[in-house]
C-alpha cells in the first residue's frame, strides 16, 4: 500500500500516519521529521533546512526532491509507505511521479485530513515533543504519565519552535497558498479522500480505515 497524507499543520497526519503504519507493517516517511532529525545531527540537508522550517516557510523543491527520491528508494519502503508531508507544492507532486516512475510503483490513495483552524491552533499550542525520540504528546488530548516528561525516555518535553503562535500563522497560509492546489490536483487525478480530522484519535482513525476500504 503506497498511501500520501496531507493536511494544514497540526491537523493530526502524524498521529494518524504512526497509526497506520503500525497496523499495515509500511514505514512512515515523514519529511518533517527527517528534516528535523537532520537539523539535530548537523546533517548539509540539515543545515540547509533550518532557516526554512524554523520560520514555518517550506524548503525549496530541489532539497526535498533528492531527500525523497534518497528515502523512497531503501529497501523498507519497497512494498509500501505512508508518505507525511510530501508533496506539499505542485512542482513536488512532478518530482514523486518521476521517483516512483523510476521506481515502477504507483499510488494507491492520498488523504487529506480536515480540521477548523481554531482545533488546529488549539492542537498546535498543546502539543509537546520529545527531543531525543520524537515521540508526540499533547498537554490535554495526550499528556505524558508525568507531566513534561517523555514517558519513554525520561527527557524533557520540548515545544517544537514552528509551533510558535507567529510561525502557526505563517504555516498555515504557505498550506493554504500552496499545499491545498497539490490537494486539487490529486482529485483531479481521483486519487483524493477527505477525511474529517475532528474528535479523538480513535474516531479519526476509524473513518481513516472506511476511507481505505474503499481502496
Ligand atoms: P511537518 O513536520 O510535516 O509539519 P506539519 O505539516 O506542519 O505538520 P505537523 O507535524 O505540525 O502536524 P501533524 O498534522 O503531523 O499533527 P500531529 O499529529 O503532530 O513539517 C515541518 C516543516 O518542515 C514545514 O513547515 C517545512 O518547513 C518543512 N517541510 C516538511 N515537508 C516539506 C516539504 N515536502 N516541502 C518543503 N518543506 C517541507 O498533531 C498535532 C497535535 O495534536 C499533537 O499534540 C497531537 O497529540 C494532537 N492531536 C492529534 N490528533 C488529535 C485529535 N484527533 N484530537 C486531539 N488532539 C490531537
Redesign the pocket.
Known amino acids: 500500500m503506497r498511501l500520501v497524507f496531507i ?1 494544514p ?7 494518524q500516519a504512526v497509526r497506520l503504519t503500525d497496523s499495515l507493517r509500511v514505514p512512515h516517511v ?4 527527517i ?1 528535523r532529525q537532520g537539523m539535530r545531527e548537523g546533517t548539509a540537508v540539515g543545515r540547509k533546512a533550518r532557516e ?2 524554523d520560520a ?4 525549496p523543491d530541489e532539497v ?1 526532491g533528492d531527500l525523497i527520491a534518497e528515502r523512497l528508494a531503501k529497501p523498507d519502503a519497497r512494498d509500501g509507505f505512508v508518505l ?5 507544492t505542485v512542482a ?1 507532486i512532478s518530482i514523486l511521479d518521476d521517483v516512483l516512475g523510476r521506481l515502477g510503483v504507483v499510488l494507491d490513495r492520498v488523504f487529506v485530513l480536515v480540521a477548523p483552524e481554531q482545533e488546529i491552533v488549539r ?2 499550542g ?2 509537546r515533543v520529545c527531543p531525543q525520540n520524537g515521540e ?3 498537554v490535554e ?2 499528556p505524558p504519565k508525568s507531566p513534561g516528561v517523555c514517558d519513554s525516555c525520561g527527557t524533557a518535553l520540548i515545544q517544537r519552535p ?1 509551533d510558535a503562535e507567529e510561525v502557526i500563522r505563517e ?1 498555515l497560509g504557505v498550506y493554504a497558498e500552496l499545499t491545498e492546489p497539490v490537494a486539487s490536483a490529486y482529485a483531479e487525478r481521483g486519487l483524493l479522500v477527505e477525511i474529517d ?1 475532528t ?3 480513535d474516531a ?1 482513525f476509524e473513518r481513516l480505515q472506511q476511507g481505505l476500504e474503499e481502496v
Open positions: 493536511g499543520p497540526g491537523v493530526g497526519k502524524g498521529t515523514s519529511t518533517g521529521d528534516l526554512f522550517v514555518g516557510k517550506l524548503v526535498m507525511d508531508g510530501f508533496p506539499r513536488q492542537r498546535l498543546g502539543r508526540v504528546y499533547h488530548s495526550h514552528d504555516r480530522g474528535g479523538d484519535p479519526v
